[in-house]
């Protein structure tokens, strides 16, 4: 015998599948060029930021720092990522908007 819960505990469980299978399908996972686009797009923000405008010494701190986060670029790689990754990380404005809004 079915119970009138049964109907409504299967109607749940479908609209959760569905929603979850709606927000995977917008992301991808995440390659090395994504995971170096996400820390260059950091430092230069964070540089901005601090006042530092000298491409110079911009170029010199994303190499310092993409050797210092090699291990971390090696685990980023395979991430989930948004589909439109390149276009947030244009877009951000601040290293917040990159971690909040680009990578959720």
């Given amino acids: 015998m079915i119970t009138p819960r049964a109907p409504r505990n299967s109607l749940l469980l479908g609209l959760v599948a569905a929603s979850?299978?709606?927000?995977?399908?917008h992301r991808r996972p995440a390659s090395m060029e994504d995971c170096h686009a996400v820390l260059e797009r950091l430092v230069d923000l964070e540089l901005s930021e601090s006042g530092y405008r000298d491409p110079v010494l911009r170029t010199r701190w994303q190499q310092d720092l993409g050797r210092r986060f090699a291990p971390d670029l090696e685990r980023c790689r395979g991430l989930t990522v948004r589909h439109d990754l390149r276009a947030c990380l244009a877009s951000a404005r601040t290293p917040?908007?990159?971690?909040?809004?680009?990578l959720e």
């Fill in 20 to 25: 979850l299978s709606l927000s995977a399908c």
């Fill in 96 to 102: 917040e908007e990159v971690t909040h809004r680009c």
